[in-house]
């Protein structure tokens, strides 16, 4: 079971792509005979956590992809390292505003995905979708959810978090496509390519 999660609209917006394109993802993995499900996330620091820890309970997933939507970018972003930090531009869907506070107070700094990203990234080339790979989800929900992820998904399952652009920039139908990709990737194992794939800032 893989299990896809997206957030509601949050900052005023009317939609989140990535809820669409990970619902989608889970009908495309599970027509494609990849059992999956799709869970949608509040925009809230805790009630993301929350939800997402009640859901890998639940499903006991062998694949968790988290997605959110990054505003500015162009491509899907792999990401490749949560932190352990909440600095919010802005308040969530709740209110809260944290200010330079631990996702989880005296745990790592810094955890690496778990998804294998560079191989992801090569499946997404050859489907025709622009992808990069990104060394920051920034430290607002979503890294939250990245590294929350991280933490809770038990060791030997792939996890990690990918950002979506908004639909005008891509098609919620090619992100859905993409997310399906990236966790037939993640499914194929965690061993990655040695390219390189690093970024001069
Ligand atoms: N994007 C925000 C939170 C929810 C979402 O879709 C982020 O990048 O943190």
Redesign the pocket.
Known sequence: MILFT??EP?GGAQE?P?RLASREAARLSTAAGRAAVHVELP?TFGGARAVLLAALEEHRPAAVICA???EGRESISLERVALNLMDARIPDNAGAQPVDEPVEPGAPLALPTRLPVKRAKAALEAAGVPVELSLS??S????TVFYAALRAAPAGVPAGFV?VPLAEQLPVGRQAEALALIAAAALEGTGELRVPGGSEY
């Open positions: 997206g957030f949050f989140n990535s925009c959110g939507l990054a989800a920034g607002y929900v979503c890294n950002h």
